[in-house]
């Protein structure tokens, strides 16, 4: 087994929230009772968290997603709120503390900044309480979307840039897809799982994707581009399935579950 037990998990969007854009409060119960039975066991555990948008659309009640930039923000902001309500009140019933940490570029880019951050970060896990992380939308997606400052701009990349910030042990995207194919699995019937993946080969980089779901960002090539990120740190990066959340416990066995990306000199075993 290895020394090392910090994972960072990250939930997408479309694991989060139903066809409405509604949060699917079954998945959010399961996903909080596994995370602090992880902890429970001695996992140190960062949820990153999508879904703001979305949730805050529905909470509104748009029609649709907007398209400006000022409403994109305004729903943020509200579904922001709304998601920490919840996720505080379920990780409360597991008797957990969870603490929010809203990140922009700056946060990460700047040296002074990120030592700051990583000691929060380190604060909070000896403490016990469970960081749950989203990008600061309603300040931050200006700079995203104008292209003026894109350093995260999709929470694939932004759970890998905290999984190197806290020098962490693994990380697992948690999507509505099993993982990394040899081909787009919608449209051939042929394509097949792969479950480890030791280098990212140009091979590898040419199996992703267009864009997922309308209510999520992220395709297979932000995820690709976040398992670089988590490699080159020295962290194991597992893709899977998020509509079986307790699929996380054979995860940090090291069991073939989705595709895990092993990095060098790590033998993609137990956490």
Known sequence: MMNGKR???KVGTSTLTHSSGSLDLRSMER?????????????????????AIAVGVARIGLSERPTSLRMKQAAAAVGQCR???????L???????????????????????AEHLRRTFSAL??????????????VSSAEIETGRHKVLGDNDT???IVAALCGADLLVLLSDIDGL???DPRIDPGAKLLHRVTALTQDILDM????????????????????????????????????????LYDIAEGKDIGTRFIAEGKAGGKI
């Not at 998601?83 to 009140?89: A, E, L, S, T």
């Not at 969870?98 to 002074?112: C, F, H, N, R, Y």
Request: one cysteine or more.
């Open 125 to 138: 896990l000896e403490l016990g309480v469970i960081p749950v992380v989203n990008e600061n939308d309603s």
């Open 83 to 89: 998601m920490m309500h919840i996720y505080d009140k």
């Open 208 to 247: 992703a994707g267009d864009p997922g779901t309308w209510r999520g960002t992220g395709g297979m090539a932000t995820k690709l581009s976040a398992a670089k990120i988590a490699m080159d740190a020295g962290c194991d990066m597992v893709i899977a399935n998020g509509a079986r959340p307790e699929a």
């Open 158 to 160: 932004l759970s890998a």
């Open 7 to 9: 994972m960072v998990v």
């Open 181 to 183: 194919y040899s081909a």
């Open 91 to 113: 990780f409360s019933e597991y008797n957990r503390t969870m603490a929010q940490i809203l990140l922009t570029g700056e946060d990460v880019e700047d040296p002074s900044r």
């Open 31 to 51: 996903l909080v009772r596994v995370l602090s039975d992880l902890c429970g066991a001695g996992h140190e555990v960062i949820l990153v968290t999508s879904g």
